[in-house]
């Protein structure tokens, strides 16, 4: 049997204080900051697990970032798309109208007006945001359509923006799929026997022919976004041109068809973020609340537990001042910390 001498009373005593003296600081510090985990050491796993999640948060609120992003600048697009709409429905109206006008004096104050509502659309066309373009593609820094011209400066790239894991989704139109139309090969029949036919060019081009019953060419002209088809319809009624009036009846309608399906496909894109939006505010809610139970002392547990460790500590000392000296005990009271 192995004998316990006095030094080794001694020492386990001393040790015995001094872990005691450990946990109460411990405790107290856990109290102080309110974590439970004061180094990596405390708990490797749980470490482990909360930088998972803190990265996984950062993570979340970076994607929540860019789906503001992304929402506001769909948001933009669609506020001038509207207004967009809403102008090619006013020249709509002129169009409908202007072969009735016999005027000169009529004739040329329609013509002033829509050359105006030209300049509206290019405006709408050219919105831009800060120092972004919102229809130009990926070329956001360069104005997407040139005034006089009218012709697309811009690209057809989609910025596509991460909102979350899988998740990308374009916050941009580029004006060409927007202010143009997908050309088709079309027919139709206008006043005085006259057959128009659409054909599609290079890019949006689209390559207009009035012809005679005779299958004579009786005029040609092409377009490839709505502000050059505007630009005609002003001339052809400067100038009283009847067929060019009514050839642009059937583009001026697909255009406003073009419009109107873009501005559906950017309310499902918003709807599709706003989704991700709350997907993303509960899966960071779920990180944070898992986070907590791994880093937050239940302080309530603390402030009735640090009082009793204190307790347990003073008896000890008491019980170790008969073999431990005074001296070492009034030293190890003084470093203890105080509750």
Same mark, same amino acid.
């Given at each position: 049997?192995?004998?316990?001498?006095?030094?080794?009373?001694?020492?386990?005593?001393?040790?015995?204080?001094?872990?005691?003296?450990?946990?109460?600081?411990? @405790?107290?510090?856990?109290?102080?900051?309110?974590?439970?985990?004061?180094?990596?050491?405390?708990?490797?796993?749980?470490?482990?697990?909360?930088?998972?999640?803190?990265?996984?948060?950062?993570?979340?609120?970076?994607?929540?970032?860019?789906?503001?992003?992304?929402?506001?600048?769909?948001?933009?697009?669609?506020?001038?798309?509207?207004?967009?709409?809403?102008?090619?429905?006013?020249?709509?109206?002129? @169009?409908?109208?202007?072969?009735?006008?016999?005027?000169?004096?009529? &004739?040329?104050?329609?013509?002033?007006?829509?050359?105006?509502?030209?300049?509206?659309?290019?405006?709408?066309?050219?919105?831009?945001?800060?120092?972004?373009?919102?229809?130009?593609?990926?070329? %956001?820094?360069?104005?997407?359509?040139?005034?006089?011209?009218?012709?697309?400066?811009?690209?057809?790239?989609?910025?596509?923006?991460?909102?979350?894991?899988?998740?990308?989704?374009?916050?941009?139109?580029?004006?060409?799929?927007?202010?143009?139309?997908?050309?088709?090969?079309?027919? %139709? &029949?206008?006043?005085?026997?006259?057959?128009?036919?659409?054909?599609?060019?290079?890019?949006?081009?689209?390559?207009?022919?009035?012809?005679?019953?005779?299958?004579?060419?009786?005029?040609?002209?092409?377009?490839?976004?709505?502000?050059?088809?505007?630009? @005609? @319809?002003?001339?052809?009624?400067?100038?009283?041109?009847?067929?060019?009036?009514?050839?642009?009846?059937?583009?001026?309608?697909?255009?406003?068809?073009?419009?109107?399906?873009?501005?559906?496909?950017?309310?499902?894109?918003?709807?599709?973020? &706003?989704?991700?939006?709350?997907?993303?505010?509960?899966?960071?809610?779920?990180?944070?609340?898992?986070?907590?139970?791994?880093?937050?002392?239940?302080?309530?547990?603390?402030?009735?537990?640090?009082?009793?460790?204190?307790?347990?500590?003073?008896?000890?000392?008491?019980?170790?001042? &008969?073999?431990?000296?005074?001296?070492?005990?009034?030293?190890?009271?003084?470093?203890?910390?105080?509750?």
């Amino acid at each position: 049997m192995m004998q316990i001498t006095t030094s080794m009373l001694y020492n386990q005593l001393l040790a015995s204080i001094q872990n005691s003296q450990t946990t109460e600081s411990k @405790l107290n510090q856990q109290l102080a900051s309110g974590q439970k985990i004061l180094a990596p050491s405390d708990d490797v796993q749980g470490t482990m697990r909360a930088l998972d999640y803190e990265v996984n948060i950062n993570k979340n609120n970076q994607y929540a970032t860019d789906v503001k992003t992304a929402t506001n600048s769909l948001n933009q697009a669609n506020t001038a798309l509207t207004t967009f709409s809403s102008t090619l429905s006013t020249i709509t109206g002129i @169009l409908d109208n202007a072969n009735a006008a016999s005027n000169p004096s009529i &004739q040329q104050t329609m013509s002033t007006e829509v050359a105006q509502l030209r300049d509206q659309l290019l405006d709408l066309a050219n919105t831009k945001v800060g120092n972004t373009y919102l229809f130009s593609g990926f070329k %956001t820094n360069l104005q997407p359509y040139a005034a006089g011209t009218y012709t697309y400066q811009g690209d057809s790239g989609s910025l596509n923006v991460p909102c979350g894991t899988g998740f990308p989704i374009a916050s941009n139109i580029p004006g060409s799929s927007v202010f143009s139309y997908p050309p088709a090969a079309h027919t %139709t &029949q206008i006043s005085g026997g006259l057959t128009v036919s659409y054909t599609p060019g290079a890019g949006t081009t689209v390559n207009v022919n009035i012809t005679d019953a005779n299958n004579n060419l009786v005029k040609s002209f092409s377009f490839s976004n709505a502000m050059q088809m505007t630009d @005609l @319809l002003s001339t052809a009624i400067a100038n009283n041109d009847t067929p060019t009036i009514e050839a642009l009846q059937y583009p001026f309608n697909q255009i406003q068809n073009q419009v109107n399906s873009v501005q559906a496909d950017i309310g499902a894109r918003l709807s599709a973020l &706003q989704t991700q939006s709350a997907s993303l505010t509960q899966g960071t809610t779920n990180l944070q609340d898992n986070l907590s139970s791994i880093q937050d002392a239940d302080t309530t547990a603390l402030g009735a537990e640090i009082p009793m460790m204190n307790t347990a500590l003073q008896a000890l000392y008491s019980a170790s001042s &008969q073999i431990l000296p005074m001296s070492l005990i009034n030293f190890l009271q003084a470093s203890s910390p105080t509750p």
